[in-house]
């Protein structure tokens, strides 16, 4: 059974405290991307982003912990309160390692049991794992590595999503008090906008193994701005400039002795279709 660690601590065997249903997925979402700066010219397919320093937001979680006593709900309060609030979470047999610091705490009473939801922030989010292949890529790479790479299965949607066409842009227009309706102007065609890629993922693994290929996934996402994502379908192969922008674990669970990760990536596609 795995348990959470503070400080390197398991708070089962030392505090008797446990963590509760949901708190593997919080501590496996991802940190979202800081605002990209992009400039948008009405002429050219989606816009021009600023890619240049692109970087991580600061990452904020919960974790949901039961206490079934006075004394195991005291021992772990105090191990909270020490060092100002800074931590190492972790949880055991697993490569979980996130340095972080206590932003909220909220307790609830029931008669003689406590739940507590501890609000922590990992302020320089990165990550680091060794990818496990075996996945079933169908046809989906990033930077023209196959995502089965890494363990990961595309699940159905994505594909929806990847290959639905840019919106177009609006005309640039005129609006006139001595005509009807507006003047507007298609000198230079049809120009698309932006839009939002949304892959649905999942890795099942061995503990060890599925954690350490999904953080290896979002190192190889999350390290620079720019990324080549080419997918296949309907007997269609084409690539699209993208960045990373959100995620988020959408199912964790435990199976026997593997580990069932579900997770969307959100990118966003500029420049219009890659090469077109």
């Not at 605002?35 to 982003?49: A, F, H, I, K």
């Not at 990452?59 to 772990?76: G, K």
Request: hydrophobic share 40%; aromatic share 8%.
């Amino acid at each position: 059974m795995i348990e959470l660690t503070i400080d390197n601590i398991n708070i089962a065997t030392d505090y008797g405290c446990r963590m509760l249903k949901g708190t593997l997925a919080e501590l496996l979402s991802p940190a979202s991307a800081k605002s990209v700066s992009v400039t948008d010219w009405p002429e050219v397919d989606g816009v021009d982003p600023d890619l240049a320093n692109f970087s991580l937001a600061a990452r904020s979680f919960e974790l949901p912990v039961y206490a079934p006593n006075d004394t195991a709900y005291a021992a772990l309060l105090n191990a909270l309160k020490v060092n100002n609030g800074v931590h190492t979470i972790g949880v055991t047999d697993t490569p979980i390692s996130i340095n972080t610091r206590i932003t909220g705490l909220n307790v609830e009473r029931q008669m003689r049991f406590y739940t507590l939801m501890v609000a922590f922030t990992e302020d320089n989010p990165n990550y680091s794992g060794t990818p496990s292949a075996g996945g079933q890529d169908l046809g989906y790479m990033l930077d023209g590595v196959p995502l089965g790479n890494y363990g990961i299965d595309v699940l159905k949607g994505t594909e929806h999503s990847v290959f639905t066409p840019s919106k177009a842009k609006r005309n640039l227009t005129i609006e006139s008090a001595l005509s009807g309706g507006q003047i507007y102007d298609a000198a230079g065609g049809l120009v698309l906008a932006q839009k939002s890629c949304r892959l649905r993922l999942r890795i099942i693994k061995p503990i060890s193994n599925a954690i350490n290929s999904y953080y290896a996934f979002l190192h190889d996402l999350t390290r620079q701005g720019s990324h080549i994502l080419t997918a296949t379908g309907g007997g269609l192969t084409r690539s699209f400039n993208v960045y990373y922008k959100i995620g988020r674990v959408t199912d964790c669970t435990l199976i026997q002795d593997k580990l069932w990760i579900e997770f969307e990536i959100e990118l966003e596609q500029y420049k219009g279709y890659a090469g077109d």
